[in-house]
């Protein structure tokens, strides 16, 4: 007997719209598989139904940590934001939020988790999951019954599925880099170039957080900062920090030393003055 139990995944999965949602995405999706209830409980006076469960995002972030040599890595909290507001939007979960979290409810677990509702004949169980081998070497492109049942009607309107199911994957990481950059002009050119350059969400959001912070983008109330447009097209995601050091009479370049304790400076200097960096 194997202890703790087991959760059932559905080979048809792999044709709904997770299966090309973002990797982080599908490991928190198969989390939140393992992590709910498998039967009606009560917890401090509340009733958590099967298939419901409670938790927080720092429950997500520390229920999938991975080690990289002695350092403890997470996921991000805006990814699993993310991947909260993707699942629902793909109607696969509902949440509520409650005093001690958020309650989430993963749609048809009934029907996916009972094992009845499987291929129970002893033919099914016995079938081996790829065609037998013949003694003839020769491919003679053996398809199973699905794939020849299949029109090309089917085929087409999968593609188109899963074609609108990448846009709205692009779309919702460019309204997360919409909401972090500082300068909200031309959100529909700046869409334009997010979809045409593809920038990766992450190095993107990793670039703006030093950049809202250094001297140029604070000064003259960011006035220097670029138009997002031309953030995207120019590349700027690949912007390397500001790098210096103390001269005494100042701050000179030199390689191995980042522009922090300058840019803090200027972001003190600019709040006693009244000026917003464009976040508030």
Not at 45 to 53: A, H, P
Not at 218 to 234: S, V
Not at 238 to 250: A, H, I, K, R, S
């Amino acid at each position: 007997m194997i202890k703790g139990g087991y959760y059932l995944k559905a080979r048809c999965i792999q044709n709904s719209e997770i299966a090309i949602m973002p990797p982080y995405v599908r490991e928190i999706w198969d989390w939140l598989l393992k992590e709910a209830n498998h039967s009606d409980q009560i917890s401090n006076g509340t009733k958590i139904e099967r298939g419901q469960v409670i938790r927080t995002f720092k429950d997500i972030q520390n229920g999938l940590l991975w080690m990289v040599g002695w350092r403890k890595m997470t996921y991000k909290k805006w990814q699993c934001e993310n991947a909260m507001k993707l699942l629902k939007k793909a109607d696969m979960i509902t949440t509520t939020k409650t005093t001690r979290g958020m309650s989430i409810i993963i749609k048809k677990y009934k029907e996916y988790q009972n094992p009845s509702n499987y291929e129970s004949n002893s033919d099914s169980r016995m079938r081996a999951t790829d065609p037998k081998q013949t003694t003839d070497t020769i491919n003679k492109n053996v398809k199973n019954d699905n794939n020849d049942k299949k029109t090309d009607n089917d085929i087409v309107s999968n593609h188109k599925d899963k074609k609108t199911s990448k846009d709205n994957i692009i779309t919702e990481d460019f309204n997360v880099f919409w909401k972090e950059y500082p300068k909200k002009v031309g959100k529909d050119k700046a869409l334009e170039s997010w979809i045409k350059r593809k920038p990766p969400l992450d190095k993107c959001l990793e670039t703006l957080r030093w950049q809202k912070t250094s001297a140029q983008w604070i000064e003259k109330n960011g006035r220097f900062i670029p138009m997002p447009t031309t953030w995207l097209n120019q590349g700027r995601w690949n912007d390397e920090p500001l790098q210096v050091y103390n001269t005494g009479n100042g701050a000179a370049p030199i390689p191995g030393k980042y522009a922090t304790a300058l840019a803090n400076k200027k972001l003190e200097e600019s709040k006693k003055n009244g000026i917003t960096t464009g976040n508030d």
